[in-house]
């Protein structure tokens, strides 16, 4: 399982190697530098590199990499930004290391208040000599605020000259003007064609639009003892990797039969909305349940047989067709016949939010109550999820629940907007799990995955994704894990990792423009033979 820290917990993680473990600060920064210069030069034949540093730590690894090339046949030039009164004593250090080498002048470039940003450009054009090896070490996780002024004039003119000499541009640590946490650039970033970062991967660098500033993000180990990150605030984020997806998936019983493998009910369509349905119970089969039973209207039977006759359907009627007794005797049949089957349920794919829809999801939160049978949310369900204001929302919806909000849903949720939940996704997710106290599955080109203890960052999948259905399919993969005795919190994190990894075998035949969701389901059969195990 591969871990990221925000740069918060990067910093606490730093300090707690220094101050209380005992290593030293110039030892990591060493081996970060060398690191950093060594993947340099496993890439490039010695040339001339040009190196942008801030006057922080970021700084200071420019510093050492410069020394480090220096030392390896490369003509190198130094470009420090900022004011020298902001240098940290590892700076001053590493400055007096290059000092006493004399083949190294660093070109300092000051902030002054009678200069606008053009001004900078024009006057820090003169520094940015042409090289074949770029790098950016001006700010690394200390990054707090936007960048303007000077160091954004800094940043467009590296990126302006890099592209123009065809360097190839290396950030120390992180993109400069990327966030650590959040992913969002502040003010002015660099791009780069890898990031060699230091201990762990940093969440942003893998949030968009974090994730496109760099092609690649290296990450080197710089001796930091491994204990520290058990020395930061809250929890890193767990990364789920093929090989832990093997390890999660399990066996599957040569002798089970179709009961052994679980029954999904799945709760979904309404009046032009069977495709849903047809989805996630669609899903659900490639995911391995043994049994899936579809509640859905009665208008969608004949498409859902035709479409997928596996299915056990139980049609009903919209609460205008029939009378109340008959709308509590249907409510009362899928109360005492249906649900105390169910191994999980989904609810909420094309439901609707009609009195129907509302009624529905009602008994499935009253069964939750006392059940303790996982439940994914979905799609409508969470929209009526939504509009429950008249309840208590700290109400617990308990460990087995799943919600799997998209940006727009989990605006609604959190009265707030999609895009406002898009751009800080992480902050919403965790107010989520703090409201609901459930499983958060926020789905986005990134996902997220939060429980009560742990947090999950999800690195499989693609643009290609990004269509109707999608998430129809996401709730049947989920369930089906479930079903087959997985815990909810594996369930959601294996489902969004498959689903994911399933998008990607998909692009790979249709391509990320003309896959559709159906094709996640071809692509769920090649992942699961990739990572099932042959024998019991
Ligand atoms: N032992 C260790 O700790 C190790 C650390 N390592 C390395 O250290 C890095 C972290 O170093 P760091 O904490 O010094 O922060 P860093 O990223 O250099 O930035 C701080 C500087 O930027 C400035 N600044 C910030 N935002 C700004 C803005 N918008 N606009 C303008 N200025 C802004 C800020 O100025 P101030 O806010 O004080 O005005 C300050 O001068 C880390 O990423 C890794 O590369 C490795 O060597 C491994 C060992
Ligand atoms: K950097």
Redesign the pocket.
């Known amino acids: 399982m591969k871990q990221l820290l925000t740069g918060k917990q990067?910093?606490q993680a730093?300090t707690w190697s220094?101050k209380e473990f005992g290593m030293e600060?110039l030892i990591?920064?060493e081996r970060?530098?060398l690191c950093a210069a060594q993947h340099i030069m496993s890439v490039q034949k010695p040339g001339c590199v040009f190196i942008m540093c801030?006057?922080?730590?970021?700084?200071?690894?420019g510093l050492a990499m410069a020394r480090i090339l220096s030392q390896n046949g490369w003509s190198v030039r130094i470009a420090a930004i900022?004011q020298i009164e902001?240098a940290?004593k590892?700076w001053l250090y590493q400055k007096s290391l290059l000092d006493k080498m004399e083949i190294l002048p660093v070109q300092y470039f000051y902030e002054s208040d009678d200069k606008d940003e053009e001004e900078y450009r024009s006057a820090l054009s003169n520094l940015y000599v042409p090289a074949q090896v770029y790098v950016d070490?001006l700010?690394?996780?200390?990054?707090?605020?936007?960048?303007?002024g000077v160091?954004r004039a800094a940043i467009e003119e590296w990126n302006e000259h890099k592209k123009k000499c065809g360097a190839y541009g290396v950030a120390?640590?992180?993109c400069s003007g990327l966030d650590a946490k959040s992913g969002q650039v502040?003010?002015a970033y660099v791009k780069a064609d890898v990031q060699i970062t230091?201990?762990y991967g940093k969440v942003g660098q893998f949030l968009y639009p974090g994730a496109s500033l760099s092609d690649q993000t290296i990450t080197c180990d710089?001796g930091m003892p491994n204990e520290a990150v058990y020395h930061v605030d809250g929890f890193p984020f767990n990364c789920l990797e093929k090989s832990d997806a093997k390890d999660w998936l399990g066996s599957r019983c040569l002798w089970g039969n179709k009961g052994t493998f679980g029954r999904v009910v799945i709760i979904a369509g309404s009046s032009g909305m069977a495709g849903a349905a047809y989805l996630s119970a669609l899903a659900a089969y490639r995911t391995g349940a043994g049994l899936v039973d579809i509640v859905t209207p009665k208008c969608n039977r004949l498409v859902l047989q035709q479409l997928l006759p596996e299915a056990v359907l139980h049609c009903i009627s919209e609460i205008s067709e029939i009378s109340k007794d008959e709308d509590e005797e249907q409510l009362a049949y899928l109360r005492n016949e249906v649900l105390p089957k169910a191994k999980a349920i989904v609810i909420g794919p094309g439901l609707s939010t009609d009195t129907l829809a509302k009624k529905l999801l009602d008994m499935v939160l009253e069964w939750n109550r006392s059940q303790n049978c996982p439940i994914v949310i979905d799609a409508d369900a969470l929209n009526l999820l939504a509009m429950r204001t008249n309840i208590d929302h700290a109400e617990y919806l308990g460990e087995n629940v799943i919600l799997t909000p998209h940006p727009g849903e989990l605006g609604r949720l959190m009265n707030s907007s999609a895009k406002e939940a898009a751009k800080n996704l992480l902050y919403f997710a965790e107010e989520l799990q703090k409201k609901f106290g459930c499983i958060c599955v926020c789905k986005d080109a990134r996902t997220v995955i939060l429980t009560q203890k742990n947090r999950y960052l999800n690195l499989t999948g693609n643009s290609g994704m990004a269509t109707g259905g999608s998430g129809d399919v996401l709730t049947g993969v989920i369930a089906s894990l479930a079903a087959q005795g997985l815990s909810a919190e594996r369930a959601a994190v294996l489902g969004v990792w498959l689903h994911g990894a399933a998008g990607d075998e998909a692009a790979k035949e249709k391509s990320p423009y003309s896959m559709i969701a159906r094709d996640l389901a071809d692509g769920l059969s090649k992942v699961l033979i990739q990572i099932s195990r042959k024998k019991v």
């Open positions: 990067m910093k730093d220094i600060s990591l920064m970060a530098a801030g006057m922080g730590n970021n700084g200071a690894d900022g902001k940290t590892e070490a700010f690394g996780v200390g990054l707090s605020r936007k960048v303007s160091y120390v640590d992180i502040l003010g230091f201990g710089i």
